[in-house]
């Protein structure tokens, strides 16, 4: 973790105390945020919690889901998915939270785990799956984006079959991440099936200043997840670099993009991701610190929400 990094964790919770001693239910905003989706918590920035322990931590910072990774070091690994995620989601209802959307790695119906993943988590009635990322060569990307389609297509054939929907993740630097090179893809394949998994970080990485709006038009109609987190650029001796931030403390335009939301009536889940580096001198100083910068990320989200799906949204 670099000086930059921990010092902008420090300030983020300084007002409210010391980070050792400070509570993360503190943080937690109480406004009814009249959101009819899932808020939901990414199980990667927790990889030490079991299912119990994560809807533990995480309900009572008013999370309502969890988005769970199913694959390599993840919380279940997918040569053990049909063994190891019934019991696992089982433990989390049994806390009182939902598993609306699953994480993996999948990118083809040739992979091993494809058929199980799909076939298990439809089973569970978890109705979103994440696919993995697909990566430009830079060589022909003409021929590149041909084959991306035909992998796609293939995992689209299991969500079809088991009516498990994919939403496509806009992670910049990777096809997709600008929305426009994938979204003649997408478009010849059934909406029951793949949909968008839209992350307006990456988005405004990619698409700048109405870059991102546009892809947020684009994908509107068959918009199925959001992903939640931040960032700015920084220069520093090697040149601009990506640096994640808290959310509200970089470069998205919250109040606009959640106007957005509203206006488009959005109710699928929500996942909030924490990329940004948190400090601590041991695993368990480390999750401590977590659930305090999640607490007041939390606490910016149900405000933004309130605030948005109480007022007359914004044009698209």
Known sequence: MDDISRRRFIETVAAAGTVAAFSPRDLVAAEDPGFRGTLCFFSKHLPRHDARALARALKPLGFAGIDLTVRPKGHIEPSRVVQDLPPFVAAIREEGLAVPMITTELKSAEDPAAGPTFETAAKLRIPYLKPGYYNYAFVDVRKELDAVGRQLRSLAGLAARTGVQIGFHNHSGNIGGGVWDIAPIIDTIDPKEVGYYYDPRHAAVEGGGAGWRSA???????????????????????????????????????????????????RGPMSLHVEYAVPGATPEAIDQNMLVAVAQDMAFIKKQLAEAYAAPAAKL
């Open 216 to 266: 947020f038009n684009l994908v509107a109609p068959r918009l199925s997840m959001i992903a939640l987190k931040d960032f700015v650029w920084e220069k520093s001796g090697a040149g601009w670099r990506i640096q994640n931030v808290p959310m509200g403390q970089g470069m998205v335009n919250w109040k606009l993009f959640f106007s957005m939301l509203a206006k488009v009536d959005f």
